[in-house]
């Protein structure tokens, strides 16, 4: 397995034997908290759901009377935080699996469509196969830099990587569209997708985005009459800062100092332990408080997700210390800080490998079993 950061030389000290041990840990622990799943878990996923819903209809009938500026500014507020909830909370970690157990035809992981311009169809397969299957591996995991940022110096520099400093935050601005094109995977058009894959998949998307626009662009401003603009504005704004939120949320998770990204060839013979410590190295978390988690869709448990992704996620914060206690206990690395330290470290990751590579020195590769 080969690791590209330096401080996780810790990796190289473990024996094949105990990173199973390590593993074996991992899977008694997901084993105890999955046979613990019971009425507080279903009563904690039905209470938000009744706060989304009761945001969105709160904010929309504020937007209705956004000609009054606290109302404006409230009713954008509670929409985006029903936008953010939908896709953080719900939508994501339904998608997942999480509450298929309660047998809710509302929580379903393969009927639900979520509040994005995104297929849930396309991002079950984007997001739950590649991306946690082949997590941080290279030229398999499309999420690393969502394609077209380069973010570790193992992806060969180009000069179009001078301008991603500008065009990554086109992308956050844009991040609902980004995510649905993700899979459509222009750069493998006629070679491992045909013309007519790719055809059908932007067909479905643009089936999907006709919906999202027509709903939040059309339909909900024309209720509000003669106060068309301000509804129109404040459901752009919405979608807006929910974009924002997820894009920040995402790439912290993933594109932080210290998160290590691996070879094709470190699939080989990959154990279960191997696979856990994949996702240990490959992840980083947010510090906050309950409310910051749930807004966060507890993807500030990002080494928690990447571990256990079909775990009900309101579970992480219960599980992360004890997932902190057995990284020290066998001297693994685990990448945790503020929200503010950690983004300000994407901001230097993605500026640093816009700029041609300099002889390798600080940021050496290391072995590890």
């Known amino acids: 397995m080969k690791v590209t950061a330096a401080s996780h030389q810790a990796v190289n000290r473990l024996s094949q034997e105990q990173i199973e041990e390590f593993g074996r840990e991992l899977d008694a622990l997901r084993a105890e908290v999955m046979g613990t799943l019971g009425k507080r878990d279903a009563a904690y996923i039905r209470r938000i759901l009744g706060v989304r819903r ?121 991040f609902e569209w980004g995510v ?96 856990y410590l994949r996702q240990l190295l490959g992840s980083s978390n947010l510090e906050g408080g309950r409310v910051f988690h749930i807004l966060t869709g507890h993807l500030s448990h990002q080494i928690e997700h990447h571990l256990f992704p079909d775990m009900p996620s309101h579970r992480y914060s219960e599980i992360a210390p004890r997932v902190r206690a057995l990284c020290a206990k066998y001297g693994l690395p685990y990448n945790s800080g503020s929200l503010w330290r950690q983004f300000g470290s994407v901001i230097k990751r993605i500026h640093r490998y816009a700029l041609p590579p300099r002889p390798m020195s600080a940021e050496s590769s290391v072995r590890a079993h």
Not at 103 to 128: A, I, M
Not at 193 to 200: C, G, I, N, P
């Open 54 to 174: 009761s945001a969105e209809l709160a904010g929309r009938l504020l937007l209705w009377i956004g000609f009054l500026p606290p109302a404006w500014l409230a009713g954008t507020a509670l929409l985006s935080l029903s936008k953010i909830l939908e896709n953080m909370e719900i939508g994501h970690n339904v998608m997942h699996g999480q509450w298929d157990w309660l047998n809710d035809p509302k929580l379903n992981s393969r009927t639900y469509e979520w509040d994005s311009v995104c297929p849930s169809e396309q991002w079950r397969h984007s997001h739950n196969y590649i991306h946690h299957t082949y997590t941080n591996v290279m030229k398999l995991d499309r999420d690393l830099g969502y394609g077209i940022l380069r973010v570790n110096r193992e992806r060969p520099w180009h000069p179009v990587f001078l301008f991603q400093p500008v065009y990554n935050w086109i992308l956050a601005l844009l």
């Open 180 to 275: 649905a094109l993700h899979d459509v995977e222009f750069e493998n058009i006629g070679k491992t997708k045909s013309k007519d894959e790719a055809k059908a998949q932007l067909r479905q998307i643009v089936r999907k985005a006709r919906r999202q626009v027509l709903k939040d662009y059309l339909l909900f401003p024309a209720l509000a009459g003669p106060f068309f603009l301000y509804t129109l504005a404040g459901n752009f704004t919405a979608n807006l800062i929910r974009n924002l939120w997820a894009y920040m949320i995402i790439f912290c998770g993933h594109f932080t100092e210290g998160v290590a990204v691996f070879r094709k060839e470190d699939l080989d013979n990959e154990t279960r332990g191997q696979w």
